[in-house]
C-alpha cells in the first residue's frame, strides 16, 4: 500500500517573479554608489556621535557643572557677607574689612570676592569638565566595554581618533565655563556683586577656547598613561591641588610675600587660565602679562595634545 504525500506547487508567476527581481537587485548592487570616506566626514560623524551621547546624558552633565560653582558662590558671596565675614582684597592698602561696605571699598579701590571668583570658578570649571569628560569615557572604553576597538577600525589614522577626543572634551569644558559664569555673576549678596567688564572680546574667546583644549588634551594623556584602577587618584594628585594652588580664590599677585609658592605655582596650567580671564573679565586686579598666559596656554594644549594622542594611538596598538 503506497501513500502519497500531496505537494504544494508553487503560484503561477512566483518562479517568474523571482528570477526577474534576482537581475534588479544586482543591478542595484551594480550601480550603488561606491562610499567615498574622507576625513572631514569621518571626523564629523564621530563628532556627531560624541553630541548625541552628550544631549543624551544633558540632565547630569548641567548638574555636575552647576552644583559645585552654585554651592561655592552662595556660601562665600552670600552667605559669608549675611552673617558678617565677607572677603575684601584691598588695592593699595591691602586687604579690607568686611565692614567697609561697598562704598568704603569703591574709595579704598578695594575689590570684593565675588570678583575674584568670576575668573576662577570659570578656570576651575574649565579644568574639571575638560579633563572629566574625556578621562572617565576612556576608562570605559579601553578597559571590559572595548568600544574604543570599533571607532579604532574607522578609515582615518588613530590620531585623529585622539584629535577628535580632545575636540569632543573642548566642547564640553566650553560649556561648561558659559554655564558657570551666568551663576557666578547673579548669586551674591546686597551689595557684593562683582565686577565684570569684557575688555576684548576676541581674546576672551581664544583664552577660553585654548584653556579648553588644553584641559582636553590633558585629559586625554591621563586617560591614556594611568592605571584605570587608579583613576580616583585624578582627584587627589591631580584636581584638588591644582584647583586650590590655581589663583582660583586669590590672584597670582597677591601671593608676592610668600615669593617660593608664587614661584612654584607657575608649573600648574591652571594658574594661567585664572588669569587669562581676569584679565579679560575683571582688568582691576592685578593679573600676569598677557604674553606670559597665552605663551602657556598655546604651548601647553600644543604639548599635551602631542604626548596625549602619540599615548592613546600606543595604547589602541596594545
Known sequence: ???????????????????????????????????????????????????RVLRRNSVSTFMRAVLQPLLFVFVFTYVMPKIGGGFMF???AGAASAGAGAAGASGLGAVNFATILVP?????????????AVTFPLVMEFSWQRTIEDRALAPVPIQVLGVQKISAGA??????????????????????????????????VLILATASLLTAALGLLLGTVMDPRKMQMVFAAIL?????????YYPWSAMHQIR???????????????????????????HMPMWAILTVLVGGTAIFGYLGTRTFTRRVLN
Open 240 to 248: 584638588l591641588p591644582a584647583t586650590m594652588l590655581g589663583c582660583v
Open 90 to 92: 584691598g588695592g593699595a
Open 260 to 286: 617660593w609658592l608664587q614661584m612654584l605655582i607657575l608649573i600648574n596650567p591652571m594658574v594661567y587660565m585664572s588669569e587669562g580671564l581676569r584679565a579679560v573679565l575683571t582688568p582691576g586686579v592685578g
Open 1 to 51: 500500500m503506497t501513500s502519497t504525500i500531496p505537494t504544494r506547487t508553487p503560484p503561477e508567476g512566483a518562479g517568474r517573479a523571482g528570477a526577474a527581481t534576482a537581475p534588479g537587485i544586482a543591478a542595484l548592487i551594480a550601480e550603488a554608489p561606491v562610499p567615498q570616506p574622507t576625513l572631514a566626514k569621518t571626523f564629523g560623524a564621530m563628532m556627531a556621535r560624541e553630541f
Open 171 to 204: 566642547v564640553q569644558s566650553f560649556l561648561g565655563a558659559l554655564i558657570v559664569f551666568p551663576i557666578v555673576l547673579l548669586v551674591h549678596a546686597a551689595g557684593q556683586a562683582p565686577h565684570v567688564h569684557v575688555t576684548n572680546w576676541a581674546l576672551l
Open 120 to 132: 576662577g570658578l570659570m578656570a576651575s570649571m574649565l579644568l574639571m569638565q575638560g579633563i572629566m
